[in-house]
């Protein structure tokens, strides 16, 4: 399973991306998507999560200015940043728990640059 990640990118203060994940291969089952971020040197954070159902997760910070979404019939998951800080400055990686019929496996993407401009 592979996940090609696309959308990152430099913006102003303020301004909006959207990301996009998805997920080709052999995929049986995937469960969780996710979006996580990392800076250099540091560990990589949770930015927000969505199970198959739909229902979602994010770190505090981005609440009411981020959204993740997901497309099943796509294998897709997206992630709309509105109103963009430069705090928000990282490499954004996207995430899938999968199911092969026998174990669950975890997939992590190449990472995405969003720049924000102050």
């Known amino acids: 399973v592979q996940l090609q990640a696309s959308g990152g990118g430099l913006v102003q203060t303020g301004g909006s991306l959207r990301l996009s994940c998805a997920a080709s291969?052999?995929?049986?089952?995937?469960?969780?998507m996710g979006w996580y971020r990392q800076a250099l040197g540091k560990q990589r954070e949770l930015v927000a999560t969505i199970t198959s159902g739909g229902s979602t997760n994010y770190r505090e910070s981005v609440k009411g200015r981020f959204t993740i979404s997901r497309d099943n019939a796509k294998n897709t998951v997206y992630l709309q940043m509105n109103n963009l800080k430069p705090e928000d400055t990282y490499v954004y990686y996207c995430n899938a728990e999968t199911w092969d019929g026998l174990r669950l496996i975890e997939y992590w993407g190449k990472g995405t640059q969003v720049t924000v401009s102050s």
């Open positions: 291969g052999r995929i049986f089952r995937i469960n969780d």
